[in-house]
Nanobody
Framework: QVQLVESGGGLVQAGGSLRLSCAAS????????MGWFRQAPGKGREFVAA????????EYADSVKGRCTISRDNFKNTIDLQMNSLKPEDTAVYSC????????????????WGKGTQVTVSS
């Protein structure tokens, strides 16, 4: 198994930036495609970004495309999500997840999840 722990969330004003990190233990992250999802209060889980095992291919939700960048460091066993030009509608709990599948936007295809980190964007 792999354990995932997110960090980097917080309160930021609209237009600001945050960098979320996800640290893994138990197994090397290079075995997995990785993704970030978010869940706002009263809403379902939403795909944000994903990256292949090598980091060579990424995918983004339309709602964050051009504002977010997912990256990974397989030596450090970490995944990052750089978020710029944040909007109040980006407010949510952000979770990272590991998948045995190839890169995917489907949350049910992720095998391991972190507990999440809160991002709050004030207007």
């Amino acid at each position: 198994q792999v354990q995932l722990v997110e960090s980097g969330g917080g309160l930021v004003q609209a237009g600001g930036s945050l960098r979320l990190s996800c640290a893994a233990s138990g197994r090397t992250l290079s075995r997995y495609s990785m993704g970030w999802f978010r869940q706002a209060p009263g809403k379902g889980r939403e795909f944000v970004a994903a990256i292949t095992r090598s980091g060579g291919v990424t995918e983004y939700a339309d709602s964050v495309k051009g504002r977010c960048t997912i990256s990974r460091d397989n030596f450090k066993n970490t995944i990052d999500l750089q978020m710029n030009s944040l909007k109040p509608e980006d407010t949510a709990v952000y979770s990272c997840a590991a998948s045995d599948y190839g890169i995917t936007v489907v949350f049910s295809e992720y095998n391991y999840w972190g507990k999440g980190t809160q991002v709050t964007v004030s207007s």
